[in-house]
């Protein structure tokens, strides 16, 4: 993908077959540049500000191609120190809050500020709910391409940190509102086909321009400050996706219940993928209906709680089949530096006193057999489910288009006949 800038430069973007940015070239006037390179870990970390050149157009080359640069020889002699290769100051961390809005970058190198080490702040920036930056609480000393929501911004059409680019459409950060019509509009009538993230800008966040999906961010609105109860055992999933379920439950609900009726009530593409799957009513069925796995569904293991991802369902154990308990979460975990602890908030049942639905953080320690343990409870982390939300809403919005094609190639084959055999 290329971008062309009125700075007389343009950006090409290398991206991995699931469309994350591997790396971003410059052309400036007749050179080219290795530009930025994206740093991963589960997610993105930061970028590397490369900026270095790779071709440059000469003179006496008069072909239109570019030429490799003249190396540079460096002598060294035998005691000179080994030079890294990438010199401190080129990484730049991006360090986000919980709706994943870039607020704070920082360099790799450390300076010395009141006889001790600090950070290199190199960006920081609050924002408004719909996205723009608030004028005097924001700091650039180091241009960062990606803001809020973890997106690029766009600044060449409404000024600086005004227009965020995500995948399908573009947002308007000063109206709240995108360009282009939602590509899943049909399918949701009672939207605004331009509305961001519904509206709802503190709970929620846009998934990549389309709708506005997560059973933790329902669960976050419309679940906390309920009471423990087992008025549940709907007999079946389709009941916890009904309209009324909510009046029927009474504010009342047990833990795995707490989760099914999330999953039913936060998107109904993704609600009807599960049904069609038949997810189980019971916790100890689920854990094993994620262990089997499927297209869009899947287990994770304890050991791998690094992959954790907020919306996932966390299934932990006691004594007896009974005596476990499931919840959603609601953060990243948090390792220590030694690996052996970590830490999470999920949405759960049992919260405070009072034993409401609320927020509640979970520390596991990892005990000598390798067993992941709850340090409250003593419980044993059987392991977490994933429901892959972004892959089942583009197979649908694929799987639509497709749809629409047929659906058009079949009204214009009968306009065609009609034309061809008018009525008498």
Not at 51 to 77: C, D, E, H, R, Y
Request: with cysteine; net charge neutral.
């Amino acid at each position: 993908m290329e971008k062309e800038y009125t700075g007389h430069y343009k950006d090409i973007y290398l991206r991995d077959p699931q469309g994350n940015v591997m790396a971003v070239y410059r052309i400036r006037k007749d050179s080219l540049y290795l530009y930025e390179i994206p740093l991963y870990g589960i997610s993105r970390l930061g970028v590397i500000k490369e900026n270095k050149l790779l071709k440059v157009k000469t003179a006496q080359n008069n072909t239109g191609f570019m030429s490799l640069p003249i190396p540079v020889n460096i002598a060294l002699s035998k005691n000179a120190l080994k030079q890294s290769i990438y010199p401190l100051g080129k990484k730049h961390y991006e360090t986000t809050d919980w709706l994943g809005n870039v607020r704070v970058t920082y360099t790799d190198k450390k300076s010395w500020q009141q006889n001790k080490f600090a950070l290199n702040v190199s960006s920081s920036q609050d924002y408004y709910p719909f996205g723009s930056v608030m004028e005097g609480r924001d700091l650039e000393i180091t241009n960062y391409r990606f803001g809020f929501q973890g997106q690029e911004g766009d600044d060449e059409v409404y000024g600086k940190n005004n227009l965020w680019a995500y995948k399908y459409r573009l947002h308007d950060a000063r109206l709240g509102r995108f360009f282009s019509v939602d590509p899943l509009a049909d399918k949701y009538p009672y939207n605004s086909v331009y509305a961001f993230s519904e509206n709802r800008v503190i709970d929620g966040v846009e998934l990549e321009g389309l709708e506005y999906v997560s059973a933790a961010n329902w669960a976050n609105s419309n679940l906390i400050g309920w009471h423990f109860g087992t008025r549940g055992w709907y007999y079946s999933f389709s009941n916890y996706r009904k309209k009324n379920i909510i009046e029927k439950l009474n504010n009342e609900i047990y833990c795995y219940e707490s989760v099914l009726l999330s999953m039913a009530q936060g998107n109904k593409i993704v609600a009807e993928y599960l049904q069609r799957n038949n997810i189980p009513l019971s916790r100890v069925d689920a854990v094993n209906w994620f262990k089997k796995g499927g297209k869009y569904h899947k287990f994770i293991k304890p050991t791998e709680a690094y992959k954790v991802k907020k919306g996932d369902i966390l299934f932990k154990g006691g004594f007896a089949a009974w005596a476990g308990h499931a919840a959603i979460v609601n953060s990243d975990p948090i390792f220590s530096n030694d690996g052996k602890e970590f830490t999470l908030e999920v949405l759960s049942t049992n919260v405070g006193e009072d034993n409401i639905f609320g927020v509640k953080k979970y520390t596991f320690i990892q005990s000598e057999d390798g067993e992941w343990v709850e340090k409250a409870s003593g419980q044993l982390l059987i392991g977490f489910g994933r429901i892959d939300e972004k892959g089942i809403m583009k197979e649908y919005q694929e799987s639509n288009k497709d749809n629409d094609n047929l659906e058009s190639q079949s009204q214009e084959n009968n306009v065609r006949e009609n034309e061809n055999n008018p009525e008498e």
